[in-house]
């Protein structure tokens, strides 16, 4: 029997149909190629950050300091197995663009990265294995983590027994469990705890940590740049997916994650941190929300500002010129340029 192949513009599916389209040319979605080629450029280990110079700094913490720093890093010690988890579980299978999954597997392996980052930091910070135990089980026993955990994994289990996005229905709840991890998990949980870091070494404190914190906020901001490219372009293609009720859904959504984050906030600042209170925070979150909110085009929920001029101005080149910098300044030597979206 002959097989007539079918020309594949009559057959292209849409990003979220059933199936895994592996031809990359023609390219249909070149702008997801175009972030891949980007991170790419942004390669980083985490043998360059020395968290030795860090110690002398932990020594002379107050108690408050000590406490705001180990929730920290008990959050971080699990933080971005949750975020892999997801993308391996619920995000790669039903992308169906080959240029988007090779962004996927690129970002699976910066969470690689993030996790080792961490386990170094747990094993430079806390040389008690006891100690270190207790903060990988802190999903478990420190309930302002575990709420956090709890609201990740419900969105984790939304839509784990999906295995194709036939209807209507199923592709909202993609896009919601996509919208969940892009802007409330990596786009405000992450950037309450890079909060903590800067204001931190806006003091002197920590720069070890800073450093490599400052490499994470690239690779995250990227991987929320690539999320909402996603949603753009189903909505281009599937507009009708996207009405009140959907909104609505965000909004709820990305209010209860700032109460989860606030409640974080009240853990760590209990014993009273100089310059940081928790009123500050807040509202930091709640700008931080009302951003991932306009970027969604859905309507902001606080009209809050950012209280914390130490985000803005805190290492500038690092924190905001280096969506402009050569790749030359960064570790790896590459030709070209890497540009975000200033708006993260």
């Known amino acids: 029997m002959t097989v007539i192949p079918v020309p594949r513009a009559a057959t292209a599916p849409m990003l979220l149909d059933p199936g895994m389209d592996l031809t990359l040319r023609p390219m249909r979605y070149p702008h997801f190629f175009a972030r891949f080629k980007d991170a790419i450029k942004n390669t980083w280990t985490v043998e360059e950050i020395d968290l030795h110079t860090d110690l002398p700094d932990l020594a002379g913490l107050t108690p408050a300091e000590r406490h705001l720093v180990s929730r920290l890093v008990a959050f971080f010690a699990t933080g971005d197995t949750i975020v892999a988890n997801n993308l391996v579980l619920n995000l790669y299978q039903h992308v169906n663009s080959p240029e988007a999954r090779l962004y996927l597997s690129r970002q699976l392996f910066e969470e690689a990265v993030h996790v080792q980052f961490y386990l170094n930091l747990l094993d430079t910070y806390v040389t008690d294995e006891h100690e270190r135990s207790a903060a990988f089980a802190a999903v478990e026993n420190i309930p302002s983590i575990r709420r956090k955990a709890e609201f990740c ?11 194709e ?44 940590l800073a450093s490599g914190t400052n490499w994470v906020f690239r690779d995250e901001s990227m991987h929320m740049a690539f999320a909402f490219d996603v ?21 709820a959504m990305v209010a209860e994650a700032v109460e989860c984050e606030v409640q974080f906030a009240a853990d760590l600042l209990e014993q009273g941190i100089s310059g940081l209170s928790l009123a500050d925070m807040r509202e930091y979150l709640q700008h931080v929300a009302d951003r991932r909110l306009a970027l969604l085009g859905v309507e902001p929920l606080y009209g809050s500002r950012n209280p914390f001029a130490f985000m803005e101005l805190q290492d500038v080149q690092e924190l905001s010129n280096f969506f402009e910098r050569r790749v030359s300044a960064y570790q790896v030597g590459v030709t070209g340029t890497v540009s975000f979206d200033d708006d993260f």
Do not use: K
């Not at 419900?154 to 295995?163: A, G, N, Q, V």
């Not at 996509?178 to 002197?204: K, M, N, Q, T």
């Open 231 to 251: 949603v753009d372009t189903v909505r281009s293609e599937e507009p009708d997916l996207f009405d009140d009720e959907m909104a609505g859904q965000i909004r």
């Open 153 to 163: 994994f419900r969105w984790i289990d939304s839509i784990f027994e999906l295995r």
């Open 165 to 208: 996005l036939r209807t209507r229905d199923d592709r909202r709840s993609f896009l919601l469990n996509l919208i969940c991890f892009a802007a409330c998990i990596e786009g405000l949980f992450f950037y309450g705890a890079f909060a903590y870091v800067y204001h931190l070494r806006s003091r002197g404190l920590l720069h070890g």
